[in-house]
C-alpha cells in the first residue's frame, strides 16, 4: 500500500510568519510530488510541483524535497490570512496520483 | 484556462437508487479520474481512464462503474447508491505523460 503522510493540524502561525508543512511518502521509487491547495467547499488546486532533489521557489512558495529521507515540504512566506486553507501532499506512485489527507493551515491576523 | 466540469454540485439520493456523475473537460486531456474525499481520509481514487472506452480500476472501485464513451466526458455512476457512498466526488482530468491533474469542482452526493 502506497502511503503519503501528513499531520492533520491545524497549523496555526500568525500574518506575516513562515508556515512549514510536512509530508512523507512510503515508496522510494516515486519521482513526482505535488502540494495542492483546497479551500473549505471547494476543489483543490496545484500550488506547486518538484521533481529533483533540492528547493523550487515560486513567489511566496518553496517546495522541498529530501529523496533520501522520503520526505517534502511546503514553506509558505509571509503567510496571509487568504492563505488558510488545507493543504494535500500527492506523490505520483507509478500513474496513480496518491494524497495524503491534508494539513489545515490556519492564519491569524 | 483547463475547465473541468461537474453537472451537480449537489445531489440528494435515496438508498437503491442509480446515480449518474458526469465530468467534462475542454482541454482534449487524454486521461481523466474519479475520485471521492472524506474527512481524515484525503482523495481515494476510484476509476481512471487514459482513452476513450477504457478504464482501469482505482483503490476502491467496489460500487462503482464508468463509462468513458467521448473523450471529453467521462461519467461515474452508482449501481445502487448505498449511505455509505455519501462523499464529496471530484473528477479531474491531465494531458498524456502529463502528471499535473486539474480539477473540477465537486460534487457532494448525500445518500438517504
Known amino acids: 500500500q502506497k502511503e503519503v503522510e501528513q499531520n492533520s493540524g491545524p497549523l496555526s502561525v500568525p500574518e506575516g510568519a513562515i508556515a512549514s508543512l510536512n509530508c512523507t511518502y512510503s515508496?522510494?521509487?516515486?519521482?513526482?510530488f505535488f502540494w495542492y491547495r483546497q479551500y473549505s467547499g471547494k476543489s483543490p488546486e496545484l500550488i506547486m510541483f518538484i521533481y529533483s532533489n533540492g528547493d523550487k521557489e515560486d513567489g511566496r512558495f518553496t517546495a522541498q524535497l529530501n529523496k533520501a529521507s522520503q520526505y517534502v515540504s511546503l514553506l509558505i512566506r509571509d503567510s496571509q490570512p487568504s492563505d488558510s486553507a488545507t493543504y494535500l501532499c500527492?506523490?505520483?506512485?507509478?500513474?496513480?496520483?496518491?494524497f495524503g489527507a491534508g494539513t489545515i493551515l490556519r492564519v491569524k491576523s | 484556462d483547463v475547465k473541468v466540469t461537474q453537472s451537480s454540485r449537489y445531489l440528494v439520493k435515496r438508498t437503491g437508487e442509480k446515480v449518474f456523475l458526469e465530468c467534462v473537460q475542454d482541454m482534449d486531456h487524454e486521461n481523466m479520474f474519479w475520485y471521492r474525499q472524506d474527512p481524515g481520509l484525503g482523495l481515494r481514487l476510484i476509476y481512471f481512464s487514459y482513452d476513450v472506452k477504457m478504464k482501469e480500476k482505482g483503490d476502491i472501485p467496489e460500487g462503482y462503474s464508468v463509462s468513458r464513451e467521448k473523450k471529453e466526458r467521462f461519467s461515474l455512476i452508482l449501481e445502487s447508491a448505498s449511505t455509505n457512498q455519501t462523499s464529496m466526488y471530484l473528477c479531474?482530468?491531465?494531458?498524456?505523460?502529463?502528471?499535473?491533474?486539474?480539477f473540477g469542482a465537486g460534487t457532494r452526493l448525500s445518500v438517504l
Open positions: 500527492a506523490v505520483m506512485y507509478g500513474n496513480k496520483l496518491v
Open positions: 515508496d522510494r521509487g516515486s519521482q513526482s
Open positions: 479531474a482530468s491531465s494531458p498524456t505523460g502529463g502528471n499535473i491533474q486539474y
